[in-house]
């Protein structure tokens, strides 16, 4: 259920056991040593749908006895967790939106794994584009065209995302230090200054007028609101559209661009790619700078969606969440597309199974790591390595 | 007491925990396997110690059933990273949305009725006498039973697995250089295994001191990242154990900053306080330390080859 579809999969590399990682193109057919477990004929049980649809089930075995622990039944669980995700126009708008922010981290999440770095920072990077966006959202005037004040309010989130990873950059090109430490821990100052930012009404605060005042920022104002596609039935926004429009770009330029493959060469091999001329320093901080960047829009993203404030929630797990589907996707962006639509909805679904069968959300949670802890303890099997921590 | 005395007062204990988490970590990257999930094992041991000290009534049957659920924890780390040679980082990553999903799933479920009940914990038993030495007394003098076993543990720890002893070489064999110490007959798998099980061990331990020596109740999410902390401090540290140990105690005293900065005549907001250990964190390891090189085969699984 959640594998990738297999023709993303295979158009993007030979077929055998490389279609599970699109740059890793026939390394087993040269190289016998590393196909031990695989004579071609059996390439298929490599595949990431055969190693999917058990660790699916799982996952699913898991939440169901978690369900049956919290003294729900499955089926109730089963119906409020469906009503969750698309039973009625305002389920599935909502459930549209997340899916977008989910992309959206994922695809720079797949920048950056392309070059072999592992952005865990998304978290913070969203919280940095949100900060930005709000700070231009509340700023711009309600006469200003819609056409310009949104685009306005996605950019600063990008530039602001880009920024806070280009710490990261930084630390890890000149100093060689593991982005994987410095993303994270970046994730809990990022926390820190949306949590910094609305409480000081010397930064983004609403002017407090009584005990009541919320901890939040102003709404950003009517200009720079992502707009609805369909006003009428469903607070579902362009987001998705957004998230789309950037993964084909991401798509086009990975597969079909000279940076592109110089991004892959720097990730396949560093000192490889360095003798052939190659910036590794540049490709690595830009291709992180970027990775974050697509975090920070989805932060602008989430304060560019009704209601249009910042606030202390408001990232609420969204991170870790599109680390998952980037982790999930193995560098292909159609199954980013796929898997985000997948967890997208699991996860707007999880929040009625709370209010609906009075089964804990954390239940989705659960069952999200225990799918990607098996996908992880499987990944020697199907051949393909992440492209950082190891090395 | 005066504020600074607080302050370092306080800074020792919230050091506690993660000095605990820290050192078997440290044993553990040594020998080659960097355990992102410490955090998770953290608050693992922080929700079945306060959930078998509720269930038992008594603090110290807590405190085991922490320290075992942690250890099955960190054995889940171990069988992916050593044996199925998983990525390291994703583990540790996955591993700690796991804890915390399930930590708060099962508060929900298992504490729902208690959750305003008072848990067995422990108390505060000041040395008598050199508690009262200024500065000193009260932040070295004045824990918990729990408190003080643990300082005990990372003694030992510290000493049995120094470089100057066979435990420790063969540790550090594992880490520098895998294969020749297989070759020589070091069971590098099992070296790893008991090094990760150890950090499950005092990570579990530090969750339980946590839970039953300074907060004395479980809420979601309690350990709020300082098991990166103690990764980082190893980091910080350069892999020995007296600048780790340096480390946790600073990152303690800049936890402490939330709750003394009043009294000290600092005024600056919350969320600064609370993010400060995590800024100085970051120096820590970009390079204000120095550059430093990590154990040769940290997060290179080890596989027989030929």
């Not at chain 1, 003294?71 to 939106?97: R, W």
């Not at chain 1, 596609?229 to 789309?244: G, H, M, N, Q, R």
């Not at chain 2, 922490?66 to 591993?95: E, K, N, Y």
Request: hydrophobic share 55%; charged share 10%.
């Amino acid at each position: 259920m959640t594998a990738p579809p297999r023709p993303a999969a295979a158009s993007a590399s030979a077929p055998g056991p490389g279609a599970s990682r699109p740059d890793a193109d026939r390394p087993d057919t040269s190289r016998p040593g590393t196909a031990r477990f695989s004579p071609a004929r059996l390439a298929w049980l490599r595949s990431p749908v055969v190693l999917g649809v058990p660790a699916a089930a799982i996952a699913a075995g898991v939440a169901v006895l978690l369900v049956i622990g919290s003294g729900a039944t499955p089926a109730e669980a089963g119906q409020a967790l469906a009503d969750g995700m698309f039973g009625t126009d305002y389920a599935i708008g909502v459930s549209f939106n997340g899916v977008a922010v989910l992309m959206l981290i994922a695809v720079g999440f797949s920048v950056a794994h392309r070059v072999g770095l592992v952005n865990v920072g998304g978290e913070g990077q969203l919280c940095l584009g949100a900060l930005a966006g709000t700070a231009v959202g509340v700023k711009l005037g309600d006469g200003l065209p819609r056409a310009l004040g949104t685009p306005l309010v996605l950019a600063a989130g990008f530039a602001a995302g880009a920024l806070w990873a280009g710490i990261a950059a930084y630390l890890k090109v000149r100093r060689g230090t593991s982005e994987v430490i410095t993303t994270l821990l970046l994730n809990f100052v990022g926390i820190g200054l949306v949590s910094l930012a609305v409480h000081e009404e010397a930064l983004l605060r609403q002017p407090v007028t009584s005990s009541e005042t919320l901890p939040q920022s102003e709404p950003v104002a009517s200009s720079g609101r992502l707009p609805l596609l369909d006003a009428a039935t469903s607070p579902a926004t362009i987001a998705i559209v957004v998230a789309v429009a950037s993964a084909l770009v991401v798509a086009v330029v990975l597969r079909h661009t000279a940076t592109g493959l110089r991004l892959k060469a720097a990730g396949r091999s560093a000192p490889a790619a360095r003798r052939a001329g190659l910036p590794v320093g540049r490709l690595e901080g830009g291709a992180l700078a970027v990775a974050g960047g697509f975090a920070g829009l989805a932060g602008a993203v989430l304060v560019a969606t009704a209601p249009y404030v910042l606030d202390e929630g408001l990232s609420s797990g969204y991170g870790f969440a599109g680390l998952v589907v980037g982790l999930l996707a193995r560098g292909s962006l159609t199954a980013v597309a796929a898997v985000a639509l997948l967890l997208g909805f699991l996860v707007s679904g999880g929040i009625n199974l709370q209010i609906a069968a009075g089964v804990p959300a954390s239940t989705v949670q659960v069952a999200q790591s225990v799918l990607v802890v098996c996908i992880a303890g499987a990944m020697r099997w199907t051949a393909a390595r992440p492209g950082g921590g190891a090395r | 007491m005066s504020p600074v005395s607080d302050l370092l007062s306080g800074g020792v204990h919230l050091a506690l925990p993660v000095l605990l988490a820290a050192s078997g970590e440290l044993i553990s990257e040594r020998a080659g396997v960097l355990n992102l999930s410490l955090e998770g094992m953290m608050l693992t041991g922080a929700f079945a110690s306060v959930a078998g000290a509720l269930q038992s009534g008594d603090a110290t049957v807590g405190v085991l059933c922490g320290v075992a659920a942690a250890v099955l924890f960190a054995a889940l780390q171990a069988v992916l990273s050593v044996t199925l040679r998983a990525d390291q980082v994703v583990v540790g990553i996955a591993a700690n949305a796991l804890a915390l999903g399930a930590t708060t799933y099962g508060s929900r479920v298992m504490l729902g009725d208690d959750r305003n009940a008072t848990v067995p914990s422990f108390d505060e038993l000041p040395v008598p006498g050199l508690s009262d030495i200024p500065y000193v007394g009260p932040a070295l003098f004045a824990h918990t039973a729990l408190g003080y076993a643990a300082l005990a543990l990372v003694a030992v720890i510290g000493l049995a697995a120094s470089r100057r002893t066979g435990l420790g070489l063969a540790v550090d064999a594992a880490g520098e250089d895998a294969e020749t110490a297989d070759r020589s007959g070091l069971p590098v798998r099992g070296i790893r295994y008991a090094c990760v099980l150890l950090a499950g061990l005092t990570a579990g331990l530090g969750g339980a001191q946590l839970a039953l020596s300074e907060v004395h109740a479980f809420t979601d999410n309690m350990t709020a990242g300082i098991g990166y902390l103690a990764v980082v401090a190893v980091i910080a540290g350069r892999w020995r154990a007296l600048p780790t140990a340096l480390a946790c105690v600073f990152f303690g005293i800049a936890q402490a900053l939330q709750f003394t900065a009043p009294a000290l005549g600092v005024d600056l907001p919350v969320a600064v306080l609370v993010m400060s250990p995590y800024v100085i964190a970051l120096l820590a390891v970009s390079g204000l330390v120095g550059r430093s090189r990590a154990p040769a085969c940290l997060t290179v699984p080890f596989a027989r080859t030929g």
